[in-house]
DNA sequence: CCAATAGTGTCTTTGAGACAATATACA
DNA sequence: TGTATATTGTCTCAAAGACACTATTGG
């Protein structure tokens, strides 16, 4: 394959982001209305172009900070920001009716903030619950109805990022990304419990990560934000992978 | 972003393949010696451009047919191929020195096949062990020597397809892609051993694994080319996750 | 007082790990 | 016979799940 410009065919290259979040009761990804045909009208993932010396990781991380506000942690910022990882990348031919683009999606874990939209180029931002925008069991193209479909193969793409989220927490301690810095260990178990959405026993729970080493560190302050008995304030630990894992109920 | 072709930067997509098999007590990926430069006469992962009306799956099974002869199992193909997932994307501007290039990576797994090369245009083909490619302890570019660097980023790319294999094994029933139709739990277990680097007891092994639901169907046949006494024959069973799934030892 | 959440203790069951013992081939 | 591998069984310990009970706030 010698260097010969016109040897390969040109392709578009974008960065997608699944920004998901906890609110509520609810599992919640950051979506934004499209100004422009096509699916002018529609919500779709946020995310752009690559610049042509831009890495992929950068791009993702500019996106974000232009259209949330968010800024990511790097490796200019081990701590500061929120969580971003590659997810999987897609390149249906047909996925784009204008063009051949392949987008490299990316993954984000935030906590809940104030204000979603944070200005940019998105007329329209907000958190929807990910069960209004891809229904249940319907992850790859099921049975199930879609209320209102993301635009593109934004379904799927928002379908496998929640699923990598709903898997990755079991065996690590990214669950801590949905928490603000020090929160509680009944904070700590309504992710859970909104993530996979079933309903943890509270006594279980906490002697389950209390006791693996790692997982958190007491800050030694409390907060009765929750009501009732004022509650011990942790901060993540240095642990990233939780052994013994975290057990998801089954059916 | 109106549609105009000039207003994104041109890419050019490959895809890589991270092929790996168990051979004998080694771990061993495909590598291909490069005819051209850069990095002529270097090994480097097999892969090639994709084409422009093409999915990125497909170009990945069609290198993969033109390079090894093996045939993935996909839509059309349900059981008869082999194992091939979607791996990472790596885009670094400077990945490529020739052009902006982004490789969408991809894992495949397969059983010990008699050989490697079936033609194509790769001068030359061959199994090497992994540890022989990545040093131990080396995975994202730490402390070890690697006595024969990979061209371009393809090391990292090979580390990153191990460790997605070693970890899929543990909780999927992934580790059946590495053996033949029909194999014994012997040699389920080697696999095991062979991919985690270490020893299993044989007893609790087989133990597990005839007790996981889903995991192993018996044909009924036995074999003795283990030595020893005749060892029940199996097939793959139905069950894709494990669970609970194989613990790989710690430390 | 009651309601709500936090946190501890206790019991049962499941499963992993260590390892003895038996089964069945080949040399 | 000995050696190699397969397979079953048994014991112990760690941890998950169920759940009683206590602790500490606010209304």
Redesign the interface.
């Known amino acids: 394959?010698?260097?010969d410009?016109s040897a390969?065919?040109?392709?578009?290259?974008t960065v997608d982001l699944v920004v998901l979040t906890v609110r509520g009761h609810a599992l919640c990804a950051l979506v934004v209305r499209r100004g422009?045909s096509p699916y002018r009208g529609r919500w779709a993932l946020p995310g752009?172009?690559?610049?042509?010396?831009?890495?992929?990781e950068a791009a993702a991380a500019r996106e974000l900070a232009e259209e949330t506000g968010l800024h990511a942690q790097g490796s200019d910022e081990p701590h500061g920001g929120v969580h971003l990882e590659?997810l999987?990348?897609?390149?249906?031919?047909r996925r784009d009716p204008?063009?051949?683009v392949?987008s490299?999606a990316y993954l984000v874990l935030a906590p809940d903030l104030p204000t979603p939209t944070a200005g940019g180029d998105a007329h329209s931002v907000r958190w929807a619950p990910v069960d209004t925008l891809v229904a249940a069991g319907d992850e790859h193209g099921g049975e199930g109805k879609r209320p209102d479909p993301l635009a593109f193969d934004h379904g799927r793409i928002l379908a496998d990022g929640v699923e990598r989220a709903r898997s990755k927490i079991e065996y690590s301690s990214l669950a801590t990304a949905f928490c603000p810095p020090e929160f509680t260990v009944g904070e700590l178990r309504r992710v859970y419990e909104v993530v996979w959405g079933v309903a943890l026993d509270p006594r279980n729970f906490h002697r389950k990560v209390t006791g693996t080493p790692g997982f958190l560190v007491p800050t030694g302050g409390t907060t009765t934000r929750q009501g009732g008995r004022p509650a011990q304030l942790f901060r993540a630990g240095g642990a990233t992978l939780l052994?013994p894992p975290m057990l998801r109920p089954?059916i």
Chains 1, 2 share one sequence.
């Open positions: 394959m010698p260097y410009p390969f065919p040109p392709f578009a290259v422009e752009g172009f690559v610049r042509i010396d831009e890495d992929l590659q999987a990348t897609y390149g249906d031919p204008r063009m051949r392949v490299v052994n089954e």
